[in-house]
C-alpha cells in the first residue's frame, strides 16, 4: 500500500466557519456541488474534488469556493451518493467506518467518478481536468489521473492508494502530507517517492510538520500552527495546477 485505509483519525476534525457561495445541481443523478469562478463563466480548465468521507459539507464547499476564486472551475460531486459519514457522527463518536466502508468500495464510487469527468469534459466542454483528492478521494485522483480522464492532480493526506496505482499514474501529482499520519505513514510517504520516482511523471511530496491527517481540510483554526498548514497546502494546490494545468499544457 501507498497509503493505508480510512482509520478512526479520518472521522476527526473541525468544523470550518462560512456561507458557501456555490450552487447543488443534481447532474445525472448526482448531487453536486459547483463552484464557478466570477470572472469566468466558460472555463476551459476546471478542478473535480474529491472530497473525504464526510462528503459535501461546509468545509469541502469552502475550499471548492477558494479553487473558484483563484480561477478554477470547481465541481464536487456526491461520492457516497447520501450515505457520507455526518459531522454530528463524528462529534459524537458514533462514526462506525468499519460498516460504512464496504459500502464504499471502487464500484460503488467508480461510476461516480467517471460520470463527473463525462460532464465536465463533454458537457461543459472543459479542454484540461485537474483533481484534488482528500483523504478518501485521493485513491480516486490516482487511479483516473491518466490522458482523456484527468490531467493534473493533487491529494492531501492520501487514503487506500496501493503502490500498483500509484505507479500507473500518468500525468503530473502533488501530494501535501502531515507529519502525524497513521494512514501515510513515514515509511509509506518514503515508499511513494521511490514509486513516483519510476513514473517518470512530475511529482511533489510537501511535509507539514506538527499537524495529522486530516489537516488540510479539518484543520483547527484557532492554532495557528494547523491553520498556516491548512493554508500553505492549499497554496501548495494552486501553485501546481497554475504549473501544470495552466502554464505547462498552454505551452505544448
Known sequence: MA??????????????QGTPLGETKDINGVNTYIATPKDNKNPDKAIIFLTDIFGI??????????????????????????DQISVSDMESGKADL???????????????VESTIKYVRE?????KVGAVGY??????????????QI??????????????????IKGPFSIAAAEVDQIFTTQLRHESEETLIKTAEPWQINLFSGVSHGFAV???????????????????????FN??????????
Not at 123 to 127: A, E, P, R, S, Y
Not at 151 to 168: K, M, N, R
Not at 218 to 240: G, M, N, T, V, Y
Open 98 to 112: 468499519p460498516a460504512w466502508l464496504p459500502k464504499h468500495q471502487p464500484a460503488n464510487v467508480e461510476p461516480v
Open 151 to 168: 490531467d493534473v492532480g493533487y491529494s492531501a493526506h492520501p487514503s487506500f492508494v496501493t503502490h500498483e496505482e500509484l505507479g500507473a
Open 243 to 252: 504549473q501544470h494545468l495552466v502554464t505547462e499544457k498552454s505551452n505544448l
Open 218 to 240: 479539518r484543520a483547527d483554526l484557532s492554532d495557528p500552527k494547523q491553520k498556516w498548514a491548512k493554508e500553505q497546502a492549499f497554496c501548495q494546490a494552486i501553485a501546481w
Open 57 to 82: 459539507f461546509s468545509n469541502a464547499q469552502l475550499l471548492a469556493d477558494e479553487f473558484a476564486n483563484n480561477g478554477y472551475l470547481t465541481v464536487l460531486p456526491d461520492l457516497f451518493q447520501g
Open 135 to 148: 483523504c478518501f478521494g485521493g485513491k480516486y485522483v490516482v487511479r483516473y489521473l491518466k490522458p482523456g
Open 123 to 127: 458537457t461543459l466542454g472543459v479542454k
Open 3 to 16: 497509503s493505508n485505509p480510512p482509520a478512526a483519525c479520518c472521522a476527526s476534525g473541525f468544523k470550518h
